[in-house]
């Protein structure tokens, strides 16, 4: 009995009723990025690979507003055993000849490819979210990814780091409580994930995170969960759609603690 050949049509309709959801769904940026649902297996016989996820937007309002948004995973082989992966979101908004930067980030890891199973590097990020107040936030840090097991249909992550984190936070609509907020943070980072392949054409993700501080609220953490889904279109082209819950416990100004996100498009690899 062919299990993927059945079980086909059942995949589409859920997969068309994930993205279709996304697609209606307002995204909110966070202030952690889910890096394991974007980094890949790095191919060393491949000098650079990636995709990009372009996207565009044309409303009218009081002004002719429009939006262009790109997400890029990029990695390049440094040798024969490092990369230089870039993982970066840039959204842009024209109001008339008025041009507005919003949400956002920059990630930029050093991976030193110890073993095909192991990996070490630095790391550095730029993060801004106006939609929840966070106007710049900076990191610096060093991780160890290690994948305990790589197989064709199942790869399984983790990993821990430690990392300085600067915030800036500032929303004026807050008029309940504290608005404004600057904090330098030495934390730790602790993952996992799991890659499924489900068939030959549907991939699965799932990741959870853990940051504490290096201090007494190291018990008072950020927490997010990540689940992402793509459909292979061609060899070049997937539709994918993401979904992810982050919980602050104690959030720099007063913002709610518990968020969501859900985002859909298109991927082109390369």
């Known amino acids: 009995m062919n299990f993927t050949r059945i079980s086909s049509s059942r995949y589409r309709k859920t997969l068309g009723l994930f993205l279709l959801l996304a697609v209606f769904t307002t ?19 491949q000098r650079l690979q990636g995709s990009i996820s372009p996207e565009i937007g044309f409303r009218t309002e009081k002004k002719e507003v429009f939006t262009l948004k790109n997400t890029a995973n990029i990695n390049i082989m440094v040798g024969q055993q490092r990369a230089l992966t870039i993982l970066n979101k840039l959204e842009l908004n024209t109001y008339g000849r008025e041009i507005q930067v919003s949400d956002g980030y920059v990630h930029i890891e050093y991976r030193n490819l110890l073993r095909p199973y192991i990996e070490v590097y630095p790391y550095t990020e730029a993060q801004w979210a106006g939609s ?10 060093a991780q160890t990814r290690l994948r305990l097991i790589q197989k064709k ?9 430690f990392f300085y984190e600067f915030e800036k936070w ?15 943070n030495a ?8 890659k499924i392949a489900v068939s030959e054409v549907i991939e699965l993700i799932t990741s959870g995170y853990y940051q504490g501080q290096l201090n007494n609220k190291f018990l008072v953490p950020r927490l997010a969960v990540g689940v992402d889904l793509k459909y292979k279109l061609t060899s070049h082209f997937a539709l994918w759609g993401s979904y992810a819950f982050f919980y602050d416990q104690d959030p720099p100004i007063k913002i709610s603690k518990p968020y969501t996100t859900l985002t859909s498009g298109l991927q082109i690899h390369f």
């Open 170 to 184: 500032k929303d004026k609509t807050i008029t309940d409580g504290k608005n404004e907020a600057e904090t330098h």
């Open 27 to 45: 995204n909110a940026n966070a202030q952690m990025l889910l890096t394991e649902g974007l980094t890949n297996v790095i191919d060393t016989s």
């Open 187 to 194: 934390k730790v980072q602790i993952f996992a994930s799991f």
């Open 153 to 161: 249909h199942l790869v399984w992550t983790t990993g821990a780091g």
């Open 132 to 141: 929840r107040g966070m106007q710049i936030r900076g990191v610096l840090g």
